[in-house]
Nanobody, 121 residues
Framework: QVQLVESGGGLVQPGGSLRLSCAASGSIDTINSMGWYRRAPGKQRELVATITSGDSTKYADSVKGRFTISRDGAKNTVYLQMNSLKPEDTAVYYC???????????????WGQGTQVTVSS
């Protein structure tokens, strides 16, 4: 069984910073891409940033230059450094990873439980 556990959300003032972490654990053979998505109140879930196993990154236009995604392969962990936060960044942030479990031949999508980020003065 594979699990993704997020941490690092919270309340921050506009212009502030937060760092999210997501650790994958369990019967993991290989992790391909990892990423962060978010869902704001009344909106659909949207991609924030992704990173491949080769460390290629992709960002939503709304976060480019402010957010940085990175990963630690040895720890099976992905991070999202969020700077210059804006009220419109308020959302539940979800970690995602494409993982091949030890008893599987296929990569499957796994999701974390979500962590709340609130940007408000």
């Amino acid at each position: 069984q594979v699990q993704l556990v997020e941490s690092g959300g919270g309340l921050v003032q506009p212009g502030g910073s937060l760092r999210l972490s997501c650790a994958a654990s369990g019967s993991i053979d290989t992790i391909n891409s990892m990423g962060w998505y978010r869902r704001a109140p009344g909106k659909q879930r949207e991609l924030v940033a992704t990173i491949t196993s080769g460390d290629s990154t992709k960002y939503a236009d709304s976060v480019k230059g402010r957010f940085t995604i990175s990963r630690d392969g040895a720890k099976n962990t992905v991070y999202l450094q969020m700077n210059s936060l804006k009220p419109e960044d308020t959302a539940v942030y979800y970690c995602n990873a494409a993982i091949r479990a030890t008893n599987s031949n296929n990569f499957n999508d796994y999701w974390g439980q979500g962590t709340q980020v609130t940007v408000s003065s």
